[in-house]
T-cell receptor
Framework: LAKTTQPISMDSYEGQEVNITCSHN???????ITWYQQFPSQGPRFIIQ???TKVTNEVASLFIPADRKSSTLSLPRVSLSDTAVYYC?????????????FGTGTRLLVSP | DAGVTQSPTHLIKTRGQQVTLRCSPK?????VSWYQQALGQGPQFIFQ???????QRGNFPDRFSGHQFPNYSSELNVNALLLGDSALYLC???????????????FGPGTRLTVL
């Protein structure tokens, strides 16, 4: 599975938009990009998944450029409760039984 | 619609003992994966079960074993516990798509295992 690189940590303030970029230079043609959010001592929570261009749901947006070598998770108007670790993963949906490969993630701290 | 559930929430064992952790998948899911998460690290894949068989395995010793039952629930067993086995153990469920691939994985709250 493709390796990903994310910033170790980010700081923001309530009400701001936060963009977390993930690099995945050797992403394969059939790989999808998935983002998870994790609070301390809880399981990761699925946020969003995409293959190309832009995907939006009620929680976040995911921007994927044409070359798909990176992706950006956008969190609009963050609140204190968005303080968490965010993981970017890439993997194929049709490559057999899928195991998720997590990196160390990005620790987002939202301050008042 | 119940999500993924795990039991127990917390567990304390001593070195050399054996432990069994349990997981019930989300309704409609038939594939269960187990992950180990050490403090400050991302989850690490242990193994995945589909149709009561182990389908994929990560880089974990044979002390880690599992089982999946006909109702899709699963157990993770760890024998001869070491101090380094202390971690949050996560279960994730998904839909096996015609046995060829799996859908998005949804995680349970985890079991915190402490080995003294």
């Amino acid at each position: 599975l493709a390796k990903t690189t994310q910033p170790i940590s980010m700081d923001s303030y309530e009400g701001q938009e936060v963009n977390i970029t993930c690099s995945h230079n050797n992403i394969a043609t059939n790989d999808y990009i998935t983002w998870y959010q994790q609070f301390p001592s809880q399981g990761p929570r699925f946020i969003i998944q995409g293959y190309k261009t832009k995907v939006t749901n009620e929680v976040a947006s995911l921007f994927i450029p044409a070359d798909r070598k990176s992706s950006t998770l956008s969190l609009p108007r963050v609140s204190l409760s968005d303080t968490a670790v965010y993981y970017c993963l890439v993997g194929g949906m049709n490559t057999g039984f899928q195991k998720l490969v997590f990196g160390t993630g990005t620790r987002l701290l939202v301050s008042p | 619609d119940a999500g993924v559930t795990q039991s127990p929430t917390h567990l304390i064992k001593t070195r050399g003992q054996q432990v069994t952790l349990r997981c019930s998948p989300k309704s409609g899911h038939d594939t269960v994966s187990w992950y180990q998460q050490a403090l400050g690290q991302g989850p690490q894949f242990i193994f995945q079960y589909y149709e009561e068989e182990e389908r994929q395995r990560g880089n974990f010793p044979d002390r880690f074993s599992g089982h999946q039952f006909p109702n899709y629930s699963s157990e993770l067993n760890v024998n001869a516990l070491l101090l380094g086995d202390s971690a949050l153990y996560l279960c994730a469920s998904s839909r096996g798509l015609a046995g060829l691939s799996t859908d998005t994985q949804y995680f349970g709250p985890g079991t915190r295992l402490t080995v003294l």
